[in-house]
């Protein structure tokens, strides 16, 4: 086997939590295990509808042996279905059995189909796994056995019918052979996060691609305990056009699917990236009846729109990844401006317009910044309370822009919207002058005076194409991370710097030119000195347990009894829901304290 997918089948066996159990405690032994295992009683295992408009919702009650399951609605051609990446379980070369249960109310042919690629090529092909005539509302197996080829990987499990007809589906696994000495081979890794982990975060980020390349997971496992999604979480990726009305913002989780399940899956925490943004925000958000051309619509229309996105995306992701750690989320992205004439005379705005050149449409609906309180209004009222509020900007070393910053997020974090500020930090390697590191902390420890927490978000160092050697950049990596590390020993801290996040996993993906090689790793992923470096800063010794990091999440107080949750449930359900075919509801019937108690019937 080569490296990769030693690694791909590693990977695969670590974070299959249904897995897990059904390893024999002996390692070593070889024997028939599930690698995937969705049975969508809790999230939704990365299954996402292969079009924008395909609707898929797990509800109770409509699965097999009516449990929970998955409805897929929205379909208008025959092509249209359900998906989900399983590259990160599955090598070539395997035999598994794949098996789905089917339901629809009308008879139908259904088809399950896998898709791979070569990992050298790229070249994809789709192979139909089964099809099969089922009887109108009657459960059925769809299943088959397969080996894919040898040197293939990224898979994709397709479900569909010859008709645009809603179905339900059930009960995915695919089972395979594995060894579970590799588990715990994998588990030891220890990386970055374990390095940092008394310390903060150590994050990185996702796309729809880089998920599924079995080198690149692998070494997140080892370093990271935070991820982001590159574009899938902004909102571009999210809106769904043709499911907007005025009172109510279509939104999709398709593309971030395949990555909240490999968060979840991993005990990975996820920075959400981004709300309120000029850039990558289509055009039809901003304009009458959602038409691009058409007229721009009123600030109280935007509300409407804006909040109503917030809401939906909140809980999106809390009915599909519930066990989602999303422990933080840039509400507003790049709102002040670059130009010190803005930030002077137009309390920080950017230009307004179309987003043509850095313009932004939402100035040009508000008139003004005030877009952004509002968005941390929403988010607040929408956001789970253990999710940080984060204002996120690029060049807030550049002095009238950091106090701009200043001046906006302790206004909101008075107000008690705010929770942090996101320094993105894409960077050149010059240890000096315009991001030099002086700069740098100058800015972070500003920010850090309002009290808020701090994460550096998007950190990238620029060699510009040679200009800068590798030790240059090895510096000021570590440079950053000690300014980092140094304001969390500060007695005064209470450890507020919650993360240091890189913006790629190597130079072959980045977004600024490979030849300008700004990340850890080199593009063959191979670490690099800036990646030597900062695992030289801590001894090894002295290394924690990144799986379980301490110090950077909010920590839950006691209340005055010392109690870390407590519910009379007094006319409050506080959050307990009914799972399978379950209610709850609060009842005077019995009540152990107070004068009522949860009743689950
Ligand atoms: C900004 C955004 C990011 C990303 C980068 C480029 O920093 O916040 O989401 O688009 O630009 O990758």
């Known amino acids: 086997m080569n490296k990769q997918k030693w690694l791909a089948g590693l990977t695969?066996?670590?974070?299959?939590?249904?897995?897990?159990?059904?390893?024999?405690?002996?390692?070593?032994?070889?024997?028939?295990?599930?690698?995937?295992?969705?049975?969508?009683?809790?999230?939704?295992?990365?299954?996402?509808?292969?079009?924008?408009?395909?609707?898929?919702?797990?509800?109770?009650?409509?699965?097999?042996?009516?449990?929970?399951?998955?409805?897929?609605?929205?379909?208008?051609?025959?092509?249209?279905?359900?998906?989900?990446?399983?590259?990160?379980?599955?090598?070539?070369?395997?035999?598994?059995?794949?098996?789905?249960?089917?339901?629809?109310?009308?008879?139908?042919?259904?088809?399950?189909?896998?898709?791979?690629?070569?990992?050298?090529?790229?070249?994809?092909?789709?192979?139909?796994?089964?099809?099969?005539?089922?009887?109108?509302?009657?459960?059925?197996?769809?299943?088959?056995?397969?080996?894919?080829?040898?040197?293939?990987?990224?898979?994709?499990?397709?479900?569909?019918?010859?008709?645009?007809?809603?179905?339900?589906?059930?009960?995915?696994?695919?089972?395979?052979?594995?060894?579970?000495?590799?588990?715990?081979?994998?588990?030891?890794?220890k990386g970055l996060k374990d390095e940092f982990a008394d310390y903060f975060r150590v994050g990185n980020i996702l796309n729809g691609s880089t998920v599924k390349n079995s080198t690149i997971t692998a070494s997140v496992l080892k370093d990271y305990n935070s991820i982001e999604c590159e574009n899938e979480t902004k909102p571009d990726a999210t809106l769904v056009q043709s499911q907007c009305s005025e009172t109510n913002i279509g939104v999709s989780l398709n593309n971030a699917a395949s990555i909240m399940d490999f968060c979840v899956n991993n005990n990975i925490a996820m920075r959400g990236h981004t709300l309120v943004w000029h850039s990558q925000t289509p055009l039809w958000f901003f304009k009458e009846n959602f038409n691009a051309s058409g007229n721009w619509v009123s600030s109280a229309v935007m509300d409407q729109r804006m909040e109503s996105y917030i809401k939906n995306m909140f809980a999106a992701i809390k009915t599909q990844y519930p066990d989602l750690n999303l422990y933080a989320y840039d509400v507003a992205n790049e709102c002040i401006s670059d130009d010190s004439n803005r930030t002077a005379n137009n309390g920080g705005t950017r230009e307004p317009g179309e987003n043509i050149s850095g313009q932004s449409p939402w100035v040009q609906v508000y008139g003004s910044n005030a877009f952004v309180e509002k968005a941390f209004t929403y988010a607040r009222k929408y956001a789970p309370e253990s999710c940080a509020l984060y204002y996120n900007d690029y060049n807030e070393y550049w002095d009238h822009k950091r106090d701009a910053i200043y001046s906006m997020c302790k206004s909101l974090y008075e107000k008690g919207l705010l929770d942090g500020i996101g320094m993105q930090s894409h960077i050149n390697a010059d240890y000096d002058g315009f991001s030099g590191v002086s700069a740098y902390t100058t800015a972070m420890k500003k920010f850090l005076s309002i009290g808020c927490d701090l994460q550096i978000t998007e950190l990238d160092i620029t060699m510009e194409n040679g200009k800068y050697t590798l030790q240059q950049q090895a510096d000021k990596y570590k440079a950053i991370f000690q300014a980092a590390m140094d304001w969390n020993k500060n007695?005064?801290?209470?450890?507020?710097?919650?993360?240091?996040?890189?913006?790629?996993?190597?130079?072959?993906?980045?977004?600024?030119?490979?030849?300008?090689?700004?990340?850890?790793?080199?593009?063959?992923?191979?670490?690099?000195?800036?990646?030597?470096?900062?695992?030289?800063?801590?001894?090894?010794?002295?290394?924690?347990?990144?799986?379980?990091?301490?110090?950077?999440?909010?920590?839950?107080?006691?209340?005055?009894?010392?109690?870390?949750?407590?519910?009379?449930?007094e006319g409050d359900t506080d959050s307990w829901e009914g799972r399978g075919s379950a209610d709850v509801l609060t009842s005077g019937r019995t009540a152990y304290v107070g004068s009522e108690a949860l009743l689950v019937q």
């Open 12 to 189: 695969a066996v670590l974070c299959s939590a249904g897995a897990l159990s059904c390893f024999p405690a002996i390692s070593g032994t070889v024997s028939a295990a599930e690698l995937v295992s969705n049975d969508f009683e809790v999230n939704y295992g990365g299954w996402y509808g292969s079009a924008d408009a395909v609707a898929l919702t797990a509800e109770d009650g409509i699965g097999h042996n009516t449990s929970r399951g998955m409805s897929v609605t929205g379909r208008t051609s025959t092509s249209d279905g359900a998906s989900a990446e399983k590259g990160f379980y599955l090598s070539g070369g395997e035999t598994y059995t794949y098996s789905v249960w089917v339901y629809s109310e009308t008879a139908e042919r259904f088809h399950l189909s896998l898709s791979c690629a070569d990992l050298d090529t790229a070249q994809e092909t789709e192979t139909e796994l089964t099809a099969k005539q089922t009887r109108a509302g009657k459960w059925t197996e769809l299943s088959a056995s397969y080996r894919a080829p040898e040197n293939s990987g990224e898979f994709r499990m397709t479900i569909t019918t010859d008709s645009t007809n809603d179905f339900v589906f059930d009960d995915v696994t695919v089972t395979g052979k594995s060894d579970s000495s590799e588990v715990s081979a994998a588990a030891e890794e």
């Open 491 to 569: 007695p005064s801290s209470d450890g507020r710097v919650t993360a240091v996040c890189i913006w790629g996993p190597n130079d072959a993906n980045t977004w600024i030119k490979t030849e300008n090689t700004p990340l850890l790793y080199d593009t063959n992923h191979q670490p690099k000195l800036a990646y030597t470096t900062l695992t030289s800063m801590i001894p090894q010794s002295e290394w924690g347990d990144g799986s379980n990091p301490g110090g950077n999440d909010k920590p839950i107080e006691p209340n005055e009894y010392g109690w870390y949750f407590q519910s009379t449930f």
